[in-house]
């Protein structure tokens, strides 16, 4: 095929020197090709069509990769530009290749070639422009406009008369205006000016920017329910003027009976009383011209049909007695409820009502409510929910109590095949039974026949004309004798019955005829036919002849449009009913795409082209015969190197010589003849690089050569590129390339002198023949000495530094160690600490065995197998402080106290400090051989060389030893060696233990003690002292003694008796008396009781005398009692009398008048009896004179006490008693006041004694026959 392809190189190249050479080739745009085929080159066809333009060689094509790098570039409108023309480029074949974007197909045009000139000084020439874009909002568009001329021209681009404005989105390319997301706005007059120094040229065209076409429904999801109604509208914008169809589930939609398209544009759609076949997709498709848009909508159906929530059930009330009887439904759209009574519809009067509302959840509640009940208002009640979805119902009788009778019965008309029901329309109540009866026969008589007794309902199964058709009797026994009966008669109608049928297979262009036969059912019966559930469109041209109860379809010439489901729908007073069958018309198969002669580059890709249509769906199958004989065509293995395409097409992967050959592309459908069309594939052999060396090394400042061989279709082109720029040998002098063919190869031979580090990286050799292309990539490494590391430092420490290096360039050869050089700032690099050898694999190290606080130079140098870098840069650092090496020195230690020792020392050698000494710790502990005492720690800023520091709070008389250590800034240095001192001697800090006494005897206490702990004893123990005192009775102490013993045992004696003593032991040291222990108290035993301190005796009367007496002096013991003796001597007759502890009086009753009597007084303790007291003789008397028996003495009282003063008297006649107290030397009566008085027994009182109370108190008593006296001292304390 001549597509007549025209060139005229000279008048359209042109030169620039910036560019070079620059080729349009815009024969694309000219094809007639594009009529023929339908294949879109021009910009907005793509899009509708779906076919792409690409360029490639012909060694390879379809691809864009093809083209490397950006001097290839394919305008939207097909045109090829080539920028920087290379002598090369003449070496292809040049086509044009098209594919579709969504089949895959391809076509390409026939080659051309590319012949290259010098180019010519010249004006402008336009070689590619545009009259009118067509463009739609949001799309990117391309304005065309490039001119060749040399020089190389200028561009400016010009809207509506004014200059382009700024803005991101236009942006100048190599071929043209690139606008990003065209917007209406930019529609407009454009001009492209291009000049040089020779001429211009301008290109003149109008863009047109469309809004583009959309389609929107208002919601994309919608649910309803069956029987409810939907309404949808497709909103449109991109055009004024559009056509709208409606899909459902991918079909059209035909408007019908419940189904309604209107609008200008038949922009919405509305169906009522859908059913479950209307839900799913719903898609609104838009077309204006070759502009389409759509959008989906996706309507659910859900399950609205009513349903009975909530009842009444059956119940027995009395005349007169209200019913309300409730039904609750539910159901989409909101059902309507009705009752019935008996199957009677029940009307609104005085005695029935009927209320009806919405729940919050959408339940219907409905109410029926019966006042004035009479007997006809009983029978089965029924509640009937109604909408568009369905109807559901209930019931339940309702007896109202009185005579039983029958509601007359309206004739039923049964459908035969199907279930009826009777029902005996009863009231009154009770009623005995229900039964029914069909020619005096009782029923049930067969099994499709039940009976329910209880509500009088006869259902009859599968009804029959000729058996259930006839008169049926309902009998209720009203009472044992009586009962009432109704009839009722039941037609029995039968439903059409259709004959299946179903289509045969039918091609494409035959004739059809299928009958549709009623062979069962009552006349006149009704048919009609349906094609997908619609009406038969008369477009179809289908023929439907009726006779009598038969119809059928005659289609004189079948077409696809003929394809579908065919229902013939039966009707008659009984019912309707249909039978479907698919129609499916077979078209055999036919060429879409037919293979042509190709040719297929080796190692690359093809595809064979090949499509068919037909119905069923052809079969495609690929043959091949190998070579250019003639063909024996054999079946085509597939696998994964050749494969099958959907659209039938072959690809074969990486082709190889033996894929040369014919194919065969047979296509079936089991429909009419097979087609099948043969091609012959080429294989062209592109140019290969056969041998290279994929890297090589040289040394720098010498010479290298680099050769590689190619091999395939001559001629060939050998090119060597340096990275991304072209080895030119004229310019570049360090290159020469020569070239020699052996055999079929091709050698080219690059060598450089001399080399240099830039020549290091990668050099590819490039072979060209007109097929293709190949390349070998080659890495050239010049070696050199290494660059030298760049160090820094990581860590500096006290005796080490660690470094860091990072490497240079390694002189492209690997390194094979370093070295590292350290020396004192002070010395020179001749005298330095060198590292050699380091391995290649670090890049850190650390110098160890530094000084601290030193200041050092480092430098490292790299070493490869070519040779030493130079001196890295070298790094000044000065080391860390480090804890001082060396003990302070001359540590002395002078104990000035018990607890003080003063600490004396002088700072570390210089050489050892190893920084600035800044403070010491100074470490001491009680020391002990085994060194178990952990050491407390005291710091203290430095004062100079000379330190003191004394320690204090110590232990008393105790060994320390003490150590001190020199602190900087890095941390404390080692210890000096420990000096033991011992604190002075002082007294004991603790008393002894366990101190413990006990009484042995009455005169001797034994104690016992144990030791104070040693580190209490803060020196040599010297003994024990014991201190002791009596506690006396009057609460006064008895004299301190003390007693020394080196022993912890010691015997108290020559103590008072049942004396209770206060003893503490201390020990001491040669510093003194230590701590005394706490008091312990203890009481001697007890013993015989000493005399009573006094004893007097009186008459009281002639038969009687009163003793009284002190308690003795020294009691040694718990006085028990007290034994009073009295004895006449004539005869010798001792009497004793015995007293309580606390008694100090006892009269002796029964004595003789004028007898003398000895009277004596005994205190008895646990011990025995005690000493006796003084024996006073006394005699009774009729006239006794008064006398005292009260002691004079002391008497002690606490201040604010009350304090009785007895004066104890007797006498006869009785006594009278006067107090006086002794003031300044002269007595005077007693004050009696509230605060003293005087009691009838003789004593005074005196409460709350103060100071001014104490003094000598006189009593005196008197009577006729005598008188007496006693003093008494009191003191307040």
Request: net charge negative; glycine share 8%.
């Amino acid at each position: 095929m001549d597509y007549g392809v025209e060139w005229s190189y000279e008048e359209e190249w042109g030169y620039e020197e910036e560019w070079g050479y620059e080729v349009e080739w815009s024969y694309g745009v000219e094809w007639s090709y594009e009529e023929e085929w339908g294949y879109e080159v021009e910009w907005g066809y793509e899009e509708e069509w779906g076919y792409e333009v690409e360029w490639g060689y012909e060694v390879e094509w379809g691809y864009e990769s093809e083209w490397s790098g950006s001097r290839f570039h394919i305008t939207p409108t097909g045109a090829l530009y080539i920028l920087d023309v290379q002598n090369e480029d003449g070496l292809y074949n040049y086509r044009c290749i098209t594919r579709h974007r969504y089949t895959g197909e391809t076509r390409q045009s026939n080659s051309a070639r590319l012949f290259v000139s010098d180019p010519a000084n010249s004006a402008p020439t336009v070689l590619d422009g545009f009259d009118h874009r067509t463009a739609m909002a949001d799309q990117r568009v391309e304005l065309p406009c490039k001119a060749s001329g040399h020089p190389a021209p200028k561009y400016r681009w010009v809207k509506d008369n004014a200059p382009l404005a700024r803005d991101n989105r236009f942006r100048q390319t190599v071929t043209g205006l690139l606008i990003m997301k065209a917007v209406p706005a930019d529609t407009g007059r454009y001009i492209c000016e291009v000049w040089n120094t020779f001429g211009n040229a301008e290109v003149v065209g109008r863009l047109n920017v469309k809004q583009r076409l959309k389609a929107a429904l208002s919601s994309h999801k919608v649910k309803t329910s069956i029987g409810s109604k939907v309404s949808l509208s497709c909103a449109v914008t991109g055009a004024e003027e559009y056509e709208v169809q409606w899909y459902q589930n991918g079909e059209i939609i035909i408007p019908g009976n419940n189904v309604r398209i209107s609008g200008n544009n038949l922009e919405s759609l509305m169906i009522d009383g859908l059913a479950k076949s209307d839900g799913g997709a719903y898609q609104c498709f838009v077309r204006k011209g070759r502009m389409s848009a759509q959008d989906l909508v996706q309507v659910i159906l859900e399950d609205g049909t009513p349903k009975v929530i909530s009842s009444f059930s059956e119940k027995v009330v009395s005349p007169n007695e209200p019913i309300s009887l409730m039904c609750s439904v539910k159901g989409t759209p909101s059902p309507t409820v009705t009752w019935t009574l008996d199957d009677d519809s029940i009307s609104r009067d005085g005695s029935h009502r009927f209320s009806q509302y919405i729940t919050t959840e959408g339940n219907v509640v409905s109410h029926l409510n019966v006042t004035n009940t009479q007997v006809r208002d009983g029978g089965v009640y029924r509640c009937v929910a109604n909408n568009s979805a369905g109807v559901a119902m209930y019931q339940a009788r309702i007896n109202v109590r009185g005579p039983a009778s029958i509601r007359s019965m309206k004739n039923i008309t049964a459908i035969a095949g199907r279930d009826t029901y009777i029902h005996c329309r009863v009231i009154g109540y009770p009623y005995y039974s229900i039964k029914w009866y069909k020619n005096s026969n009782l029923l049930p008589f067969n099994h499709r026949q039940v009976a329910y007794g209880n509500n009088g309902t006869l259902k009859l199964s599968d009804v029959q004309k000729d058996v259930d058709e006839g008169e049926y009797i309902c009998n209720v026994l009203v009472q044992p004798q009586l009962s009432t009966s109704q009839s009722v008669y039941v037609a029995v109608k039968v439903p059409p019955f259709i004959q299946p049928f179903e289509f045969p297979r039918f091609s494409i262009g035959q004739r059809v005829f299928i009958p549709c036969v009623v062979i069962s059912g009552d006349l006149p019966i009704r048919i009609t036919w349906q094609k997908d559930g619609r009406s038969i469109p008369v477009s179809l041209g289908v023929t439907i002849d009726k006779i009598d109860f038969t119809s059928s379809l005659r289609i004189s010439n079948l077409s696809l449009m003929h394809n579908g489901n065919y229902t013939c729908i039966a009707s008659n007073d009984a019912a309707a009913v249909e039978h479907q069958s698919q129609l499916i018309v077979r078209v055999p198969p036919r060429f879409v795409v037919q293979p042509t002669d190709q040719d297929g580059i080796y190692g690359k890709s093809v595809i064979l082209n090949c499509s068919a249509e037909g119905y069923p769906v052809p079969t495609i199958v690929w043959k091949y015969s190998k070579g250019a004989g003639v063909p024996q065509f054999q079946p085509i293995a597939l696998n994964g190197r050749i494969q099958l395409l959907v659209n039938g097409s072959l690809l074969i992967k990486h082709v190889l010589e033996e894929d040369s050959g014919y194919y065969l592309c047979q296509v079936s459908n089991d429909v009419g003849a097979d087609v099948s069309k043969s091609m012959y594939l080429t294989v062209k052999i592109p140019a290969m690089i056969t041998s290279y060396p994929n890297t090589t090394l040289a040394t720098q400042g010498q010479k290298k050569e680099v050769s590689c061989t190619a091999h395939g279709e001559k001629p060939i082109i050998v090119r060597w590129e340096k990275e991304d720029t072209i080895i030119d040998p004229e310019r570049m002098f360090r290159y020469v390339v020569s070239t020699k063919e052996i055999g079929d190869e091709v050698v080219s031979i690059l060598q450089i002198t001399p080399t240099v580090r830039g020549d290091s990286g990668f050099f590819s050799c490039h072979a060209i023949n007109s097929y293709g292309e190949d390349r070998g990539l080659i890495q050239l490494t010049v070696q050199e000495p290494p660059d030298p590391p760049e160090i820094e430092i990581r860590e500096v420490r006290a005796r080490s530094i660690a470094l860091r290096w990072s490497m240079g360039f390694d002189g492209n050869s690997p390194i094979t160690g370093f070295d590292i050089e350290c020396k004192n700032k002070s010395d020179s690099w001749d005298a330095v600490q060198r590292t050699k050898d380091v391995s290649p694999q670090l890049n850190q190290a650390t110098i160890i065995d530094l000084h601290p606080s030193s200041t050092y130079n480092i430098r490292m140098y790299a070493k490869n197998r070519i040779g030493k870098s130079e001196a890295s840069n070298e790094l000044t650092i000065t080391t860390d402080e480090a804890a001082p090496d060396g003990p302070p020195v001359d540590v002395v230690l002078e104990s000035l106290s018990s607890q003080c020792i003063k600490v004396t020392w002088k700072a570390p050698k210089k050489h050892l400090q190893n920084g600035l000494i800044r403070g010491y710790q100074i470490g001491y502990r009680e020391y002990s051989t085994g060194g178990n005492y952990q050491f407390n720690i005291i710091s203290m800023e430095t004062t100079g060389d000379s330190e003191l520091y004394t320690l204090d709070n110590l232990k008393k008389f105790t060994q320390y030893g003490v150590v001190v250590q020199a602190c900087n800034r890095a941390g404390t240095g080692p210890s000096s060696q420990e000096i033991i001192a011992t604190t002075l001697e002082d007294v004991p800090s603790r008393p002894p233990d366990n101190v413990q006494a006990s009484a042995t005897s009455p005169e001797v206490i034994s104690l016992s003690w144990s030791m104070p702990p040693k580190e209490a004893l803060n020196g040599i123990l010297q003994g024990y002292r014991v201190i002791y005192w009596a506690n006396l009775p009057d609460g006064e102490l008895g004299e301190i003694r003390n007693v020394t013993t080196t022993q912890v045992t010691l015997e108290l004696d020559g103590l008072e008796k049942f004396t209770n003593y206060s003893i503490q032991v201390l020990a001491f040291t040669r510093a003194g008396d230590g701590v005394r222990s706490e008091q312990i108290f203890t009481r001697t035993k007890e013993d015989v009781p000493g005399p009573p301190g006094g004893v007097k005796a009186a008459a009281a009367s002639a038969t009687s005398v009163v003793v009284s007496w002190l308690p003795p002096v020294k009691m040694n013991g718990i006085i028990w009692k007290y034994t009073i003796f009295c004895s006449h001597p004539y005869p010798t007759i001792i009497s004793e009398f015995e007293a309580s502890p606390d008694t100090f009086y006892y009269r002796i009753p029964n004595l003789s008048q004028s007898h003398q009597y000895s009277i004596w007084v005994v205190a008895i303790t646990a011990a025995g009896k005690g000493n006796s007291s003084e024996i006073i003789t006394v005699e009774p008397l009729a006239k006794a004179p008064a006398r005292i028996l009260t002691f004079s003495g002391t008497v002690t009282t606490p201040w604010m006490r009350d304090i009785v003063l007895p004066c104890k008297a007797v006498g006869d006649p009785p006594t009278t008693v006067k107090w006086t107290k002794n003031s300044n030397g002269t007595p005077s009566p007693v004050l009696i006041d509230g605060r003293r008085s005087i009691f009838n027994n003789g004593s005074f009182v005196i409460r709350t004694v103060k100071a001014e109370d104490s003094g000598y108190y006189s009593c005196v008593t008197s009577n006729n026959w005598g008188s007496d006296e006693i003093l008494l001292n009191l003191q307040v304390q």
